[in-house]
C-alpha cells in the first residue's frame, strides 16, 4: 500500500547512500553557515501539502535546492563552533539498522536485544574509558543507560537525587521547598532547565563562586551549604562540571565530594564534551573523583562520532532512578521484569518509546575500532595545543582560560575592556563571515571571547592552520 | 583515521539497504517475540570490547546470529500488541539522510532548514488533520514542534500549564504545592510520571471518574475542580484522552474544555495514537473539542509509519511553553532568534540537541503520499469491525469495550469473575506462545481483558483470520 516499494526502497536507499557519502566528502566546498534569513527555506517550499506522491527525483532534487543550501554544516573541517557533533560512515550503518528493524526498547520484553545490547555497551564503555567498577551493570547497585541528550541525563539525576532526599516521599507530596541545589555560572544551561523543570527554582539554585579557571571554588560550596542547612534547607544536589562548555573548566570533584559526603548530597558530574577524552589512557584525568559520583554522563555523540542521540549515562544508586521513574501499568507489566532478571529501561529516563540506539555505538565500537577515535582524541589536543602556541606567541591575542583538551579561549589583547570586546566581536563575524570556518562566541568574567573548538571528524592540521591565518589577518 | 571509509561506506551500506528491505519482507517468517530468558542475548556476545577493528561481515554475521533472532518483530503482520510503531520504507531513507547530514536543531542558526521544515511539516500536518487554525505556526499564538515521544509533549504541557498558573513564580520559587491535575485511570502512565517530574505528586493527582465506556465524566471532573477550588487549591491542568491505551476510549473534550475555561485550566489533549485517523475525512470526530484545547499531540510514528520518534505537539499558547522552558546562555544567543524571527526549538522541549527529525515526516507525505496512509487507516478500521462481527457472534466471547477505530477488547464470558480472567490470560498466553501473533494483556473495570491492536503496515485480513481461528480455537 505505501507508495515506495521494497524495490524502489532498494534503488533510492543504495544512491541515497551514495550521496551521503558524497556530501561528507565535499562538505568543505559550502559555506559552514548559509547566509539566509528566517523564512528563506519555508519561502522555497509549497505552503500546502501535496495531494498526490511525487517521485524520488523530485524528493531529491528539493534536497539538492532547498536543504544543502540551507543546513548549517556541522559536518564541516571549517566546524570550530559550538562543540563537535560527529556522525562517523559506522554509526550511520547503525542508525539505518535501528530504523528499518523498528523496534521500540521500553521494556525488555518488547525487544530483549535491544535492552541487553545496551547494557552491554555501557559495561563495554566502563571498561574502555576505565570508569568506576560500580557503574557496570553487574555491580550491586550501579548500571547504565543511553540517555537522548546530557540535558535528559542531568534531569533524570535531579529527579533521582529528588527522590532520594525526601525517601521517596516526592513522588506523594510533591514538596521540592526546601531543597537546594549547587552548581557554577559556568555549568550547562541544562542544570538550570533540568532544576526548574524538577520545581526547583532559580531562588534555591546557589550560583557556587569559581576560581579564575572557571572552576568550582570548593570552599565556597561549601559555605554555601552550611549557610543553607543552618536555614533549614535540605541541600540534595550539585553537578560538578568535567569540561565547561564555554571553556572547558573542570569543577574540582574529589574535593566537592568531601563535602557530598557529609551531607548526603547527590553527586552528578557532566562530562558530557570531555568525558569521551578517557578513551586515550594518558588523558584519564578527566576521570578525577568520578569514584564519588552517584551519577556521571559523557556524550559519544559529540567527540567519539557516534551520530546524535547517544548520551551515556551511568548510576550508582539504581533504586533512586527508579524510585523516581518507575510507573506500570496493566499493559506494560512483564513476567521477565517482575522477577527482577530484566532490566526495563523505559523506568530509567523520561520519554517511554525508544529506539535501538545501542547498535550505531556497537556498530562504532567494533567496524572504527577504539584505536581510530584515540587517533582522533589526540590529534585534536595536538592541534588545540599547537594553536595556542601561536596564539600566544603574537601579542595582539589572549587566552583567557586554560586549555588541557580541545578547546582554546581567546581574545583581543589589550586594558580597555569595551574595545577588546569590540574587537573580539568584530574579528568572530568577520571569521564567520567569509565561509570557511565557524567559531562561536562566549562570555567570560565580563569579556567576549572566541571559542575554538577543535574536534569535527574532518578537520585537519591545514584547517587549522587557515584559521589561525585568519585570526592573524583579520584582528583588527 | 575512521575505519570505515567512504567506499566501505557505500559498499556496507548498499548491502544494508538490500538486508532491511529483506528483513521487512520476511519478518512473517520469524515468531513475533522470542522466547529466550534475560540474560540470553548477552551470553552470546563478548563481555570485554574489542581492541582491533572487527570486519563488517564479522559484524553482520552477528547482526544475524544474535540480533534478528533476539528481537522483538513490532513490524511484524501479526502484530496486534501495545499499539503499532511503523517504519515505513520512505521514512527509513529519511532517517538515513538525518543521520548523513548530521545537523543539530536546537536554535534557528544551528541550521535553518531543520528548523523551517519542521515548522511547515506541522502546518502541513494541521492542514492535513483539519486541525484548529490556532495551531498554526502563522496564528497570533500558536505553533508546533516535533517531539521525541508523547511522554515528552505531555511533560512540556504541564510545565507550560504550571507557569501559566503561576504567573511564572514556578520558575523562581519552585512552588507547586497549591496545583491540582486531573486525569482518568486510563490515561496513559505518562500523566502520571509527568506530573511528578514537574512537581505535582500523586497526592495532587485527581483520578476523576470514568463511566462504563471508560471515558471521563464531566460531571465528576467539575466536582472535583470545585472541591479543590474550595479547598483552596489551585486546579491547574487536565488531560483530556483521545483513544485511552487500554481501551482506545474517547473523553468527552468539548464538555471538559467548559469546565476548564471557567476555572482557567490548562487542556492537554493526549491524541498519541488515534489523531492520525483524522487523516481520513470520515473519521475527522476524533478531533472533537480541540478548538478548546491550550495543547495536543499525536504520533505519526505510529499509525502513520513514520518511524519512531516522532510525536507532533501543537499549542495556542507558545509563550507559556517559552516561560517554562526558554533558557539563554552566552553561547546560544543568536540575532535571528533575538529579532523574534526566527524559532528557536530547543526553547519547546526538554533536551537541548535534536535531530533533522523532519525529513522523515517530509519523505512520507512526498513519497507515499496522504492517500496511502488513509488507505492504511480505513483498512485497519474495517478489519477491526470486521473482528469485531466475529467476535459478537460468538457466545465465549464479551466485547468490553467500544471500538470505533482499530483497537478491540475482548475477554471470556462468563459469570465467575476469577473464572473468566484466568481463561482469558491462558487464551493470551497460548496465542502468543504460538509466535504467529502478539495480543497485549490490560485491565478494564478489574477484569482481565485481551487487546487485539490492527495497525502494523503489514497486517493484511488473512492475518486478521488467523488470529480470529487462534482465538476461537484456543479458547479454553
Not at 532544576?195 to 576560581?211: F, K, N, P, Q, Y
Request: hydrophobic share 40%; charged share 20%; glycine share 8%.
Amino acid at each position: 500500500m505505501p507508495h515506495v516499494t521494497p524495490d524502489e526502497f532498494r534503488e533510492h536507499g543504495h544512491a541515497l547512500i551514495d550521496r551521503v557519502a558524497e556530501y561528507l566528502e565535499t562538505v568543505e566546498d559550502r559555506p559552514v553557515v548559509p547566509e539566509i534569513e528566517p523564512g528563506a527555506v519555508r519561502a522555497m517550499l509549497p505552503e500546502h501539502p501535496p495531494t498526490q506522491p511525487e517521485s524520488w527525483d523530485d524528493v531529491m532534487a528539493d534536497v539538492e535546492r532547498v536543504v544543502l543550501p540551507t543546513i548549517t554544516h556541522w559536518q564541516h573541517p571549517g566546524w570550530f563552533a559550538y562543540f563537535p557533533a560527529n556522525t562517523t560512515y559506522s554509526s550511520i550503518l547503525g542508525e539505518l539498522l535501528s530504523a528499518g528493524l523498528g523496534v521500540q526498547g521500553m521494556s525488555w520484553i518488547t525487544s530483549p536485544a535491544c535492552t541487553e545490547i545496551e547494557t552491554l555497551m555501557l559495561d563495554w564503555m566502563q571498561e574502555l574509558l576505565e570508569l568506576p567498577e560500580a557503574f557496570r551493570s553487574t555491580s550491586r547497585w550501579g548500571g547504565g543507560v543511553i540517555q537522548g541528550s546530557a540535558s535528559e541525563a542531568t534531569l533524570v539525576a535531579i529527579l533521582a537525587a529528588r527522590w532520594r532526599a525526601t525517601g521517596g516521599d516526592v513522588n506523594a507530596d510533591g514538596d521540592t521547598s526546601l531543597l537546594t541545589a549547587y552548581t557554577t555560572s559556568q555549568a550547562h544551561s541544562s542544570v538550570e532547565k533540568g532544576l526548574r523543570i524538577a520545581g526547583i527554582g532559580t531562588d534555591r539554585i546557589r550560583v557556587v563562586e569559581h576560581d579564575e579557571t572557571f572552576a568550582m571554588r570548593p570552599a565556597a560550596f561549601r559555605d554555601a551549604v552550611n549557610a543553607d542547612t543552618k536555614a533549614g534547607f535540605r541541600p540534595f544536589f550539585v553537578c560538578s562540571t568535567h569540561g565547561t562548555t564555554s571553556s572547558m573548566a573542570f569543577d574540582p570533584t574529589s574535593a566537592i565530594a568531601d563535602i557530598c559526603r557529609v551531607n548526603d548530597i547527590w553527586l552528578h558530574v557532566d562530562g558530557a564534551m570531555s568525558g569521551i577524552a578517557a578513551l586515550a589512557p594518558e588523558h584519564r584525568w578527566v576521570n578525577e573523583g568520578l569514584e564519588h559520583a552517584d551519577s556521571y554522563c559523557t556524550n559519544p555523540h559529540k567527540w567519539m562520532g557516534v551520530n546524535f542521540d547517544c548520551t551515556l549515562y551511568w548510576t550508582t544508586d539504581r533504586a533512586a532512578l527508579l524510585g523516581a521513574l518507575s510507573i506500570l501499568p496493566e499493559y506494560l507489566r512483564s513476567a521477565a521484569a517482575e522477577s527482577g532478571a530484566a532490566i526495563d529501561y523505559r523506568d530509567w529516563q523520561i520519554p517511554l518509546g525508544r529506539r535501538f540506539r545501542a547498535l550505531k555505538l556497537w556498530f562504532t565500537i567494533r567496524l572504527d575500532g577504539v584505536a581510530s577515535v584515540q587517533d582522533r582524541i589526540r590529534r585534536d589536543i595536538s592541534l588545540t595545543q599547537e594553536l595556542a602556541e601561536w596564539v600566544a606567541g603574537d601579542e595582539r591575542f589572549d587566552i583567557v582560560a586554560p586549555h588541557p583538551l580541545n578547546l582554546l579561549c581567546l581574545r583581543a589583547a589589550g586594558d580597555d575592556l569595551d574595545e577588546t570586546n569590540e574587537r573580539t566581536d568584530t574579528l568572530i563575524d568577520r571569521i564567520n563571515s567569509l565561509g570557511k570556518a565557524h567559531v562561536t562566541r562566549t562570555v567570560l568574567g565580563g569579556r567576549s571571547v572566541l571559542r575554538v573548538s577543535i574536534g569535527a571528524r574532518t578537520t585537519e592540521r591545514e584547517h587549522v592552520i587557515a584559521l589561525w591565518a585568519q585570526l592573524r589577518g583579520l584582528i583588527s
